[in-house]
Nanobody, 125 residues
Framework: VQLQASGGGPVQAGGSLRLSCVASERNFGRMVMGWFRQAPGKEREFVAAINLSGGATAYADSVKGRFTISRDTAKVTVYLQMNSLKPEDTAVYYC???????????????????WGQGTQVTVSS
């Protein structure tokens, strides 16, 4: 299974971007897909995750109310709609997937087996 992330770019504070992550596996079963981000000099941190079959979601407190994760099961694609962007949202954003996660592990980067390439998001003030 491969993950392909896209949609990053430069944006001004208060603006919006939508990231996409496409999985090559059509039979996604109980797959959970998540978004993480990593700013220079910082550890990779959880942003949001979604269960592809049931649609349950989870968010980091720092993005609640501003970011929305959604999925298109026909396309095996997960989206991250990012609104009201702040300079502190600047980071490389990575999508990740795993088919065996329990809910309590969704926010742990080490729990995911599959990772896509990152896409840079730069928010200017």
């Amino acid at each position: 299974v491969q993950l392909q992330a896209s949609g990053g770019g430069p944006v001004q504070a208060g603006g919006s971007l939508r990231l996409s992550c496409v999985a090559s596996e059509r039979n996604f079963g109980r797959m959970v897909m998540g978004w993480f981000r990593q700013a220079p000099g910082k550890e990779r941190e959880f942003v949001a995750a979604i269960n592809l079959s049931g649609g349950a979601t989870a968010y980091a407190d720092s993005v609640k109310g501003r970011f929305t994760i959604s999925r298109d099961t026909a396309k095996v694609t997960v989206y991250l709609q990012m609104n009201s962007l702040k300079p502190e949202d600047t980071a490389v954003y990575y999508c990740a997937a795993d088919s065996t996660l329990i809910r309590s592990s969704w926010s742990k980067a080490s729990a995911y087996d599959l990772w896509g390439q990152g896409t840079q998001v730069t928010v200017s003030s």
